[in-house]
């Protein structure tokens, strides 16, 4: 992909630079039969689905994605929805906090690592922008990712496809919009919120799923610089 050239790379992370070893449902439910639930990963991935859609951006002070958001998703699925007691929610809370902190968790993909090895070579500044929780930065960190900053939408408040994320991006990087180019894997999130603030932004579609004439990548050994 022919591109003009950048003097800063925003990135998502999820998805894009890296994404669980096991699906992320298959690790709930996991935690809920060890615990005696019979919930298979189908299931569980429903009712992940059903409670994320049923939470708020915010309540009682908890951003999306932050602790104490996701302390209330995980009361809504495994004790709500799948009756197990309030006093091995505890439990639960701290195997799943401790397992999403854990880089062992995630896998980079190569293509990732040689995007950040392309962009430094060509002297651009990197960021990290990704609706993830604060354990963004130390999964950066653990994973040996070579950037320069790293926004998570727990810690800003700010979430894709807001602006506020964006320019704050840039902030940190230190470049205008029409220097900066921004990859992710999300239409909505992370191509229409990139070029609303005039940001130059590139879909990645892994799985070839984009509709017919959208214009996307299926790796990113395909983005230009």
Known sequence: MQAATAKALLVDFGGTLATERRPRAAIYADAARSRGVDVDDARMTGRMASAHDSLPREAA??????????EGFMRTI???????????????????FTRFADA?????FPDARELLARARAAGLSIAVVSN?????????????????AVLSSAVLRS?????????RALEEVGAA??????????????????????IRAVLLDRAGRAPRGTAAVRSLAEVGL
């Open 159 to 167: 979430e894709k496809p807001e602006a506020e994320i964006f320019q």
């Open 61 to 70: 002070g908890a951003f999306r994605y932050g602790r104490a958001w996701f």
């Open 132 to 148: 993830w929780s604060e354990a963004l930065e130390g999964l950066v960190r653990d994973l040996d990712l070579d950037v320069d």
């Open 104 to 108: 062992r968790t995630f896998h980079v």
């Open 177 to 198: 919009p029409e220097e900066a180019v921004h990859v992710g894997d999300s239409p909505r999130n992370d191509v229409e919120g990139a070029r609303a603030v005039g």
């Open 78 to 96: 495994f004790t709500d929805e799948l009756g197990l007691s309030s006093a091995s929610l505890p439990g639960v809370e701290d195997e799943l």
